[in-house]
């Protein structure tokens, strides 16, 4: 079943043209979306999760608007005319900035003024890997920098600190600016602790491996702590189907190893965990990339440290 929330080239491509047709559309949704929103004396639109969570914070209790494009997903960029229009009026616009952003970046460039913060240009870059066992080689090690940056708790960190930065750089009102750098010195802490706590976790765990019976898009987070891996696609692949040879290998890594969880990640259907659980007799546990964050989480108050305090409760249950 294709994955709808993970991008393969050829989407990338089609997401383009996409963009492009959206340009021209977007003269039109200026007309028509013209009924006033609710004037914030400051507007932020981000395209990912972890952005715009950022962004709340930072902004709490300041007359500053936060909101989520499409579904925040980083690898289905589908602005509505409603976004676009919003987009052109925005103070800043916050993205991801690897090459699934390719359509964002052909319709940034129709919209030179628009203040723009990328995530990936806060943090040293790591590329995609294929490690041993991993299926879609050919898709991978091509040069492609893993764009799941905010996996790693000290990415964050530099995240949060950067966009604070610009958040105040576009904000002209020297009360929300002190308010706003005193929101993300308490978010700064937060992620501090959470990136002790993760440490603190790690360094009691003799066996650091993780195996993924899905994608992996943790890469940043495992070479923080020093965790080993195997999965069965790199980062955000858009196979699904991995083949024989992986699932025996990532089988017998289950039942040589110790391991007592087969991993998935969020959203998508997780069946090629679920399959590796049943034949191996261990639970099949997701852990959250902070990646595709539902509307549904989103009301009910998830955050990024509150998913990632999730994900060291869960490891906590099943590495040691
Ligand atoms: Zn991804």
Not at 10 to 24: D, E, F, I, K, N
Not at 122 to 131: C, F, I, K, N, S
Request: with cysteine.
């Amino acid at each position: 079943m294709p994955d709808r929330f993970c991008f393969s080239k050829r989407r990338r491509a089609l997401s383009a043209g996409m963009a492009l047709l959206l340009l021209l559309a977007l003269s039109f949704s200026l007309v028509a979306c013209s009924q006033p929103e609710p004037a914030a004396a400051v507007s932020i639109l981000s395209s990912n999760f972890v952005g715009y969570d950022f962004a709340l914070a930072i902004t709490k209790g300041c007359d500053v608007q936060v909101s989520l494009l499409a579904g925040g997903d980083i690898h289905s960029f589908n602005p509505t005319f409603r976004d676009m229009a919003a987009l052109q009026s925005a103070d800043l616009f916050l993205y991801t900035g690897g090459e699934s952003d390719a359509a964002i970046e052909t319709l940034l460039s129709a919209l030179p003024d628009c203040p723009t913060f990328r995530l990936v240009d806060h943090v040293p870059l790591l590329q995609e890997e294929t490690v041993e066992g991993m299926a879609g080689g050919s898709d991978a090690g091509e040069g492609e920098y893993d764009e799941h940056v905010w996996t790693s708790p000290q990415n964050a960190v530099k995240i949060a600190a950067a966009l604070a930065d610009a958040i105040v750089a576009a904000d002209p009102d020297p009360a929300r600016q002190a308010r706003e750098r005193e929101n993300a010195a308490s978010l700064i802490a937060s992620l501090e602790a959470l990136d002790r706590d993760f440490a603190e976790f790690f360094a009691g765990v003799s066996d650091k491996l993780l195996i993924f019976g899905d994608r992996f898009p943790f890469r940043y987070f495992a070479a923080e702590y020093g965790l080993s891996y195997y999965a069965a696609f790199p980062g955000c692949s858009a196979a699904v189907e991995p083949g024989p040879r992986t699932l025996t290998f990532l089988l017998d890594k289950l039942k040589t190893t110790g391991a007592k969880a087969v991993f998935h990640m969020e959203g998508g259907a997780h069946i090629v965990a679920d399959r590796l659980a049943a034949a191996s007799g261990l639970p099949s546990v997701m852990l959250h990339a902070c990646h595709r964050v539902t509307p549904e989480e989103i009301e009910a108050g998830a955050t990024y440290l509150s998913l990632m305090r999730e994900n060291l409760e869960t490891l906590r249950q099943y590495l040691s």
